[in-house]
């Protein structure tokens, strides 16, 4: 397996051998399902979603990229691949999941090595809500974030704010998910009152809820400059 990225900005087969590690999860599943552990078609991202989630960060160029819940790797590998094709010389992606080994047994990291992306990617298993304030803290950017973690309204909330803080302005969002009214909640406030602007066309053949027809997964671009709204100004987004 390749150990870095070209200094030309090509990744060789690389990304390849990452596609491949991917299509033998969505085909396949995971090499072992831990008792006791989610569904592996249950929490993953479906295949053409990781596919467009892909596309869209290779159309951004990302270089840096962080992840909230890896569960068996479906989004991460996708995450990877993409990073690899947008040919940083300095891929980063920043993956966060507290029950990463408590309640997958490290499958999805061990999938990630498995392709080689441990040079890339680090994994860190403490909550994301925890997390993300240090990293902000540190003054950490990233060009793009994934958020798929719990699914509590007050940890998307939170998830949201700090990311709002780490990933650059004119970056990029994205969160699965968002059909569940608990996260399309938290979503509303950052796209009423803070200027997240909705990229309805970016993941434009993804699943959508059969009855509504709502998309599954959501892109904003993150405001630049981002605004300092009044709070006397605040507008009510449920
Ligand atoms: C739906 S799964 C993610 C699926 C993954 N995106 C994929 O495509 O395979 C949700 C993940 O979020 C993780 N999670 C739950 N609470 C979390 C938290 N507070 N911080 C970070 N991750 C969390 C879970 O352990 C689980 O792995």
Same mark, same amino acid.
């Given at each position: 397996?390749?150990?870095?990225?070209?200094?030309?900005?090509?990744? $060789?087969?690389?990304?390849? =051998?990452?596609?491949?590690?991917? #299509?033998?999860?969505?085909?396949?599943?995971?090499?072992?399902?831990? !008792?006791?552990?989610? !569904?592996?078609?249950?929490?993953?991202?479906?295949?053409? /979603?990781? /596919?467009?989630?892909?596309?869209?960060?290779?159309? =951004?160029?990302?270089?840096?990229?962080?992840? @909230?819940?890896?569960?068996?790797? &479906?989004?991460?590998?996708? @995450?990877?691949?993409?990073?690899?094709?947008?040919?940083?010389?300095?891929?980063?992606?920043?993956?966060?999941?507290?029950?990463?080994?408590? *309640?997958?047994? &490290?499958?999805?990291?061990?999938?990630?090595?498995? *392709?080689?992306? /441990?040079?890339?990617? =680090?994994?860190?298993?403490?909550?994301?809500?925890?997390?993300? $304030?240090?990293?902000?803290?540190?003054?950490?950017?990233?060009?793009? *974030?994934?958020?798929?973690?719990?699914?509590?309204?007050?940890?998307?909330?939170?998830?949201?704010?700090?990311?709002?803080?780490?990933? #650059?302005? $004119?970056? @990029?969002?994205?969160?699965?998910?968002?059909?569940?009214?608990?996260?399309?909640?938290?979503?509303?406030?950052?796209?009423?009152?803070?200027?997240?602007?909705?990229?309805?066309?970016?993941?434009? !053949?993804?699943?959508?809820?059969? !009855?509504?027809?709502?998309?599954?997964? #959501?892109?904003?671009?993150?405001?630049?400059?981002?605004?300092?709204?009044?709070?006397?100004?605040?507008?009510?987004?449920?």
């Amino acid at each position: 397996m390749s150990s870095m990225v070209q200094p030309d900005g090509a990744a $060789g087969e690389w990304p390849e =051998e990452v596609a491949a590690v991917r #299509r033998e999860l969505a085909e396949h599943g995971p090499p072992r399902s831990p !008792d006791g552990a989610p !569904d592996f078609a249950t929490v993953t991202l479906p295949e053409r /979603d990781c /596919d467009q989630v892909r596309d869209l960060l290779v159309d =951004e160029g990302v270089g840096t990229v962080v992840e @909230i819940g890896l569960a068996y790797a &479906g989004s991460a590998l996708a @995450i990877g691949e993409a990073l690899l094709r947008a040919g940083s010389a300095t891929p980063r992606h920043v993956v966060i999941d507290p029950f990463q080994y408590t *309640a997958y047994d &490290g499958v999805g990291w061990e999938l990630l090595c498995s *392709a080689g992306l /441990d040079d890339v990617a =680090e994994l860190v298993t403490e909550p994301s809500q925890q997390f993300l $304030g240090r990293l902000a803290g540190v003054g950490f950017a990233a060009d793009a *974030a994934f958020v798929d973690g719990s699914h509590h309204f007050h940890n998307v909330f939170v998830d949201l704010h700090f990311l709002g803080e780490i990933v #650059r302005p $004119g970056g @990029i969002v994205l969160l699965d998910d968002v059909w569940w009214p608990s996260v399309g909640a938290a979503a509303a406030y950052f796209e009423t009152n803070l200027g997240w602007h909705p990229l309805p066309d970016a993941l434009a !053949d993804g699943t959508t809820d059969p !009855d509504s027809g709502r998309p599954r997964t #959501r892109a904003y671009r993150l405001p630049a400059p981002p605004p300092t709204p009044d709070f006397k100004e605040f507008r009510p987004f449920c």
